[in-house]
């Protein structure tokens, strides 16, 4: 692989003595952006074209955040496991995508191949223990045609003594005629859309919902949280309420690592349209504890507000 130096952005100031400052450093060679507080990592952007050693060149990605890390530093998320080489830490594919009259996907590779590709950095700031940093993709259809646009934008917000928020925005236009998405209609599952997969730790870990805690992995199921968490930290996903179809159905599991997916459009497609772009608004909620000890449900209600 290509090695290239960091190069490492200070953004900034500190406004008080002792006051973490956020820091975005760039690996342009592994193609990464990583966000730091202080010293510790708070998140890495994965912007290049990004496959494990010893997986199927196929499943080459692209435009997803891996390693998401707790309060503490400890990665939260999993990237290329073994038992879904598709999975990448919190990501956003579909796992059927129709356009140019042929039936695709983001989800898995597929043919014709369809998948996100870095344009450019709209804006990344560090403003003393807070950041923003927003992206542009395009989806090419196999690596040639544009067939839509996608800018993802990332409000994090300081870290406290129980959690660090982080605001999501994606906003997705069809290019050059319409497009049509859908949620995988195997066994009425309707997954697809924004999913965490969470690291190996949070094997058999805790789901919660605003419902409670569930006993078991849930498929197509409403929700307005869900949290996954054990004894010492977890990470919840929040759905904003002008989220098309609110409250969405979700697939969460920790049957294996740990998955939260608000699962949009679902069974039903949505049909993307040039000049009309969909907007999908959520928060992530990085906390100390469990669902509870941690304060999900309040936090929840701060959000709606």
């Keep these: 692989m290509k090695t290239t130096g960091l190069v490492i952005l200070l953004i900034g100031v500190m406004t008080i003595a002792g006051t973490a400052q956020m820091t975005f450093v760039e690996d342009s060679g592994r193609g990464t952006l990583t966000l730091r507080d202080g010293r510790l990592e708070v998140l890495t952007f994965r912007f290049g074209d990004q496959l494990k050693e010893g997986v199927d060149p196929k499943y080459i990605r692209s435009g997803y955040i891996h390693p998401l890390f707790s309060l503490d530093g400890r990665m939260l998320t999993d990237d290329f496991p073994k038992d879904h080489f598709h999975h990448h830490g919190l990501f956003w594919t579909w796992p059927v995508v129709r356009t140019r009259g042929q039936t695709t996907q983001t989800w898995h590779p597929a043919s014709p191949s369809l998948r996100q590709h870095f344009v450019r950095w709209l804006k990344r700031e560090a403003r003393g223990d807070a950041a923003e940093l927003s992206v542009e993709s395009v989806w090419k259809l196999d690596g040639r045609e544009i067939v839509a646009s996608e800018i993802v934008k990332l409000d994090i917000q300081p870290a406290d003594n129980i959690s660090r928020t982080i605001d999501i925005e994606l906003r997705l236009e069809a290019v050059g005629g319409p497009l049509e998405l859908q949620g995988t209609p195997d066994q009425n599952k309707g997954y697809g859309g924004l999913c965490l997969r ?89 906390h100390r504890g469990d669902a509870a000890s941690g304060g999900v449900q309040e936090a929840y209600r701060r959000y709606i507000k």
Excluded: C
């Excluded at 979700?250 to 049957?255: G, K, M």
């Excluded at 459009?265 to 040039?274: E, M």
């Design 198 to 286: 969470g690291a190996e730790m949070f094997t058999g870990a805790t789901l919660a919902t605003e419902q409670g805690v569930q006993k078991e992995d849930a498929v197509n199921t409403s929700f307005r949280w869900a949290d996954l968490s054990n004894r010492e930290l977890g990470v919840s996903i929040f759905v904003s309420p002008d989220h098309p179809g609110f409250p969405v159905a979700w697939l969460i599991r920790t049957s294996y690592g740990g998955v939260l997916n608000p699962s949009w459009p679902g069974l039903k497609p949505a049909i993307l349209q040039p000049g009309k772009p969909i907007v999908l608004r959520y928060r992530l909620y990085i």
